[in-house]
């Protein structure tokens, strides 16, 4: 089965300076691979997806993640971290070939990321 | 124009009784999907519906009976609330068709379940 682990629980930046999360994953196929965004007490938000198509991919709200297969990587960034940012993040990949052809996504643990003034 | 909501939001009950959380989409989607997601965040996905069939049933205890009257309704019944039961559910839906990964899955906002 798939999995993606991430490699930082809490991510602290100050507003204005990048925003860099952390995402590895575990795939013996070419994965699809997502980026939710959780804000306090809500539902969660797709921020980008990646399926095998450009590696650069970009996401809403200035976020992009890029696809590194040499590095089994999928790591989120954003030029300049916005108060509004703060949240959980969770990094998914989609366990397609080992859940009957139908689309079970696995989440990582989430990083929570805090944005200072 | 809600994509996916979620009745209750939030759920208090008493361990041992019987409780259902409703979920409705009005994406047109096929596949409807319910979550759980514990007091740490870690997110796990418990249930699917395809067209009102169950394709993906994770290790869950049977006190717990999803139920699709239609293709945009998935309720979930958990009979026997025990204090583990605890957390926020989700349920979401997506436009999967077999074979396809690619689409994403929209989220309803979470219901979240006390049971003391």
């Known amino acids: 089965a798939q999995s993606v682990t991430q490699l930082d629980s809490h991510v602290s930046v100050s507003e204005g300076t990048p925003v860099l999360l952390r995402c590895n994953y575990s795939?013996?196929?070419?994965?699809?691979l997502f980026w939710y965004v959780q804000h306090p007490n809500k539902g969660l938000q797709l921020l980008l997806k990646?399926?095998?198509?450009?590696?650069l991919v970009k996401g809403i709200n200035g976020f992009e993640a890029e696809f590194k297969k040499s590095e089994t990587s999928f790591h989120l960034t954003k030029p300049s971290a916005h108060m509004s940012d703060a949240a959980e993040y969770f990094c998914?990949?989609?366990?397609?070939?080992?859940?009957?052809?139908?689309?079970?996504?696995?989440f990582g643990a989430g990083t929570r990321l805090a944005v200072h003034p | 124009d809600t994509a996916v909501s979620q009745t209750p939001k939030y759920l208090v009950t008493q361990m041992g009784n019987d409780k259902s959380i409703k979920c409705e989409q009005n994406?047109?989607?096929?596949?409807m999907y319910w979550y759980k997601q514990d007091s740490k965040k870690f997110l796990k996905i418990m249930f699917s519906?395809?067209?009102?069939?169950?394709?993906i049933n994770e290790t869950v205890p049977n006190r717990f009976s999803p139920k699709s009257p239609d293709k945009a309704h998935l309720n979930l019944h958990i009979n026997s609330l025990e204090l583990g039961d605890s957390a926020v559910y989700f349920c979401?839906?997506?436009?999967?068709?077999?074979?396809?990964?690619?689409?994403?899955?929209?989220f309803g906002p979470g219901t979240r379940l006390t049971v003391t």
């Open positions: 979401a839906s997506s436009q999967d068709e077999k074979g396809e990964n690619s689409y994403e899955q929209y």
């Open positions: 795939s013996s196929y070419s994965p699809s």
């Open positions: 990646y399926t095998s198509a450009a590696t």
């Open positions: 998914v990949v989609s366990d397609l070939p080992f859940s009957g052809g139908y689309n079970k996504l696995i």
């Open positions: 994406l047109g989607h096929d596949t």
């Open positions: 519906y395809n067209n009102k069939e169950l394709i």
